[in-house]
């Protein structure tokens, strides 16, 4: 059975980081990408970042320049630095694995950051 197991998150206060980071358990096949997303209050889920098979690096524009996505040479571990974390980056955050084959979005049980002000 494939889990997405979290860690990390917790309180802050604006201006400084945090790290969390996702782990694979399980057998999960290809993936085409793996990273976070986060649903504010009133809107719909969106992307903060995912990092591609190739390695690649996508980001969400309201996190674009402040959050870096990487990951284990075994491609089984994500880490997601966020450095001058603000208040409007109170969520949860939810990992997500995308496989391709058969086409298939795993996701975390979501980890919650807090940031004030």
């Known amino acids: 059975q494939v889990q997405l197991v979290e860690s990390g998150g917790g309180m802050v206060q604006a201006g400084e980081t945090l790290n969390i980071s996702c782990s694979v358990s399980g057998e999960i096949g290809r993936v085409d990408a793996m990273g976070w997303y986060r649903r504010p209050p009133g809107k719909e889920r969106e992307l903060v970042a995912i990092i591609l098979e190739d390695g690649h690096g996508l980001y969400g524009k309201s996190v674009e320049g402040r959050f870096t996505i990487s990951r284990n040479g075994d491609k089984n571990t994500i880490y997601l630095q966020m450095r001058d974390l603000k208040p409007e980056d109170t969520d949860i955050y939810y990992c997500?694995?995308?496989?391709?084959?058969?086409?298939?979005?795993?996701w975390g049980q979501g980890t919650q950051i807090t940031v004030s002000s």
């Open positions: 997500n694995a995308a496989v391709r084959y058969p086409p298939y979005d795993y």
